[in-house]
């Protein structure tokens, strides 16, 4: 079946620094890989996504490039701001007949930043 | 342009009980997943309704069912509640049974005691 597994949160950072939050997966068939995030009090937004190897997504100043040879895909950001304190979740659908409704989701990752 | 509305907001049910969670879905939008969030982990798939019928469904038990409304809403119905079942739920709305784009609501806090 399909699993997602993130990095252990959760993650407190000062302002400016740099973020990687680690995601890796298992999948039987060839999945497409997203990033949510999940703001407080609001619903889940999707942040980026990457369909195929080697795809690099990129939304607001995040990264997360799709690597097949590593089942990886890393977020990560240059210089964090206090406004992306949040919860990140990384999630995959393996297409071929499954819609995307059907996400499989990771664990999720609190980021907290600090001024 | 609303975008996906759950109702209610938050919830208390005794163990046995019956609950009944709402979800409009954001406006041009035909398609409805539900998923469960409980506190600390990631949501996990119930199923997905598309054009008034079951079309997907995850890892729950038959307490678990659904419907979905000739106006797109849907509502997600639980039997014989368990302790377990207390949790986030959350509806995600999208354009077609494949469409890429899902649109979140904020969720319906359900706590059963």
């Known amino acids: 079946g399909n699993s997602v597994t993130q990095m252990e949160g959760p993650v407190t950072l000062s302002e400016e620094a740099f973020l990687t939050i680690n995601c890796t997966y298992t999948?039987?068939?060839?999945?497409?890989l997203f990033w949510y995030v999940q703001y407080p009090g609001e619903g889940l937004q999707l942040l980026l996504k990457?369909?195929?190897?080697?795809d690099k997504g990129s939304n607001k100043g995040f990264e997360a490039t799709y690597r097949k040879e590593t089942t990886s895909f890393h977020l990560e950001k240059g210089s964090v701001q206090v406004s992306d304190s949040a919860v990140y979740f990384c999630?995959?659908?393996?297409?071929?007949?499954?819609?995307?409704?059907?996400?499989?989701f990771g664990q999720g990752t609190i980021l907290t930043v600090h001024p | 342009d609303a975008g996906v509305t759950q109702s209610p907001t938050h919830l208390i049910k005794t163990r046995g009980q019956q609950v009944t969670l709402r979800c409009s879905p954001k406006?041009?939008?035909?398609?409805v997943s539900w998923y469960q969030q409980a506190l600390g982990q990631g949501p996990q798939f119930i199923f997905q309704?598309?054009?008034?019928?079951?079309?997907q469904r995850g890892n729950f038990p038959d307490r678990f069912s659904g419907h979905q409304f000739p106006n797109y809403s849907s509502e997600l119905n639980v039997n014989a509640l368990l302790l377990g079942d207390s949790a986030l739920y959350l509806c995600?709305?999208?354009?077609?049974?494949?469409?890429?784009?899902?649109?979140f609501g904020s969720g319906t806090q359900l706590s059963v005691l």
């Open positions: 995600a709305s999208s354009l077609g049974q494949f469409g890429e784009k899902l649109f």
């Open positions: 999948a039987t068939g060839y999945p497409s």
């Open positions: 990457a369909t195929k190897a080697d």
């Open positions: 999630a995959l659908v393996t297409t071929g007949g499954t819609s995307y409704g059907k996400l499989t």
């Open positions: 406006s041009g939008h035909d398609t």
């Open positions: 309704y598309y054009e008034e019928e079951e079309r």
